[in-house]
């Protein structure tokens, strides 16, 4: 199992970017998905999660409005769409899997891509 993300970068506040995960090794469209953040200092914070079909999406309120999660299964991508940003979205964004391997639930993460939100 593989997940890489991408598109971070330096951004000005009110800002937009989008991130990708590109899910290798696993039957991706069978498995809902999950982005995290963490900043300096802080924990890591669940910020959005989708549904293995994509049709149900929840966001922590802190991007609610703001941050749009989505999936092409035909791609094996997720996607985070980040929208009005603030400097207190500046973190580190994970995408994060629960992947049934064999008979038991293993968790998977990402390599993480840097997000500063700054003018």
């Known amino acids: 199992v593989q997940l890489v993300e991408s598109g971070g970068g330096l951004v000005q506040p009110g800002g937009s970017l989008r991130l990708s995960c590109a899910a290798s090794g696993f039957a991706f469209s069978s498995y809902a998905m999950a982005w995290y953040r963490q900043a300096p200092g802080k924990e890591r914070e669940v910020v959005a999660a989708i549904t293995s079909g994509g049709g149900n999406t929840n966001y922590a309120d802190s991007v609610k409005g703001r941050f749009t999660c989505s999936r092409d299964n035909a791609k094996n991508t997720v996607y985070l769409q980040m929208n009005s940003l603030k400097p207190e979205d500046t973190a580190v964004y994970y995408c994060?899997?629960?992947?049934?391997?064999?008979?038991?639930?293993?968790?998977?993460w990402g390599q993480g891509t840097q997000v500063t939100v700054s003018s």
């Open positions: 994060n899997a629960d992947v049934l391997v064999g008979l038991s639930w293993t968790n998977y």
